[in-house]
């Protein structure tokens, strides 16, 4: 699982795995799926991040397992 986060996009992009992506779909406004041969997605984009959490500090970000 690769996290990548564009500044000047303004874009976060969470990639599940490496296999090809052969389609994507936009589920809501500015968050779009990507999808590999067998329909499983394998990546999400989240547009417009600036605006989704304001307070958000690029160099602090956290994650959680359970």
Known sequence: MKL???KEADALY???DDS???E???VSPGVVLDFNEQNQV??????H??????Q???KE??????
């Open 56 to 58: 958000l500090d690029f």
């Open 42 to 47: 394998v990546g999400i984009e989240m547009l």
């Open 4 to 6: 990548h986060i564009d």
């Open 49 to 54: 991040l600036s605006r989704r959490s304001p």
């Open 61 to 66: 970000l956290q994650y959680q397992t359970a």
């Open 14 to 16: 969470l990639r599940l």
């Open 24 to 26: 994507f779909e936009e």
């Open 20 to 22: 090809k992506i052969i």
